[in-house]
T-cell receptor
Framework: DQQVKQNSPSLSVQEGRISILNCDYTNSMFDYFLWYKKYPAEGPTFLISISSIKDKNEDGRFTVFLNKSAKHLSLHIVPSQPGDSAVYFCAASAEYGGTSYGKLTFGQGTILTVHP | DTGVSQDPRHKITKRGQNVTFRCDPISEHNRLYWYRQTLGQGPEFLTYFQNEAQLEKSRLLSDRFSAERPKGSFSTLEIQRTEQGDSAMYLC??????????????FGSGTRLTVV
């Protein structure tokens, strides 16, 4: 039962252009959504999050959009840089709707490659 | 803040042997999590501690797996009678209770286990 899905295994974009990574979820109890970035041989690094009461959160070049009715979120990176090349994981938490200890359910990840 | 440390970084073991991994969380963090990541998948939740109490274990954690956090500081994850299917990256993460899921948590670099 894959409750969080990232259907695109990989994405390739040109430096300076926009990268859009997508994520779908099925569990209505999720109330926080997070994006993590992972380089090879390192653990995932927290990037940005959004509460289910919001539809947009922005932090510098990174913006996360949430469409609750469609159970869909996306991460926009503008402008994309070669250093952004990594695996991006979408994750969800049922912080208040379920057990409030921060357990995360992750998607399968999308490999982003930004070409110079 | 020295980050989350995991030891060893790599472990190769023969099928049937026991292995133990150690995680040292960020010192003031009272929540500690273990996740497992296999190739092409996102991290999967294994277990969670708040201080020294183990509050949840995933169905993924068979009776060959045991985790401890004896004094609410470092944690160990032991796998008995290893099988080839146990080959994966084992990730530890920590966070501060009450800070909320929106802050994410800090992962270590992981222990890569290979069972031959």
């Amino acid at each position: 039962d894959q409750q969080v899905k990232q259907n695109s295994p990989s994405l390739s974009v040109q430096e300076g252009r926009i990268s859009i990574l997508n994520c779908d979820y099925t569990n209505s109890m999720f109330d926080y959504f997070l994006w993590y970035k992972k380089y090879p041989a390192e653990g995932p690094t927290f990037l940005i999050s959004i509460s289910s009461i919001k539809d947009k959160n922005e932090d510098g070049r990174f913006t996360v959009f949430l469409n609750k009715s469609a159970k869909h979120l996306s991460l926009h990176i503008v402008p994309s840089q070669p250093g952004d090349s990594a695996v991006y994981f979408c994750a969800a938490s049922a912080e208040y709707g379920g057990t409030s200890y921060g357990k995360l359910t992750f998607g399968q990840g999308t490999i982003l490659t930004v070409h110079p | 803040d020295t980050g989350v440390s995991q030891d060893p970084r790599h472990k190769i073991t023969k099928r049937g042997q026991n292995v133990t991994f150690r995680c040292d969380p960020i010192s003031e963090h009272n929540r500690l999590y273990w996740y497992r990541q296999t190739l092409g998948q996102g991290p999967e939740f294994l277990t969670y501690f708040q201080n020294e109490a183990q509050l949840e274990k995933s169905r993924l954690l068979s009776d060959r797996f045991s985790a401890e956090r004896p004094k609410g500081s470092f944690s160990t994850l032991e796998i008995q009678r290893t099988e080839q299917g146990d080959s994966a990256m084992y990730l530890c993460a920590s966070s501060l209770a009450g800070r909320g899921a929106s802050y994410g948590y800090t992962f270590g670099s992981g222990t890569r286990l290979t069972v031959v």
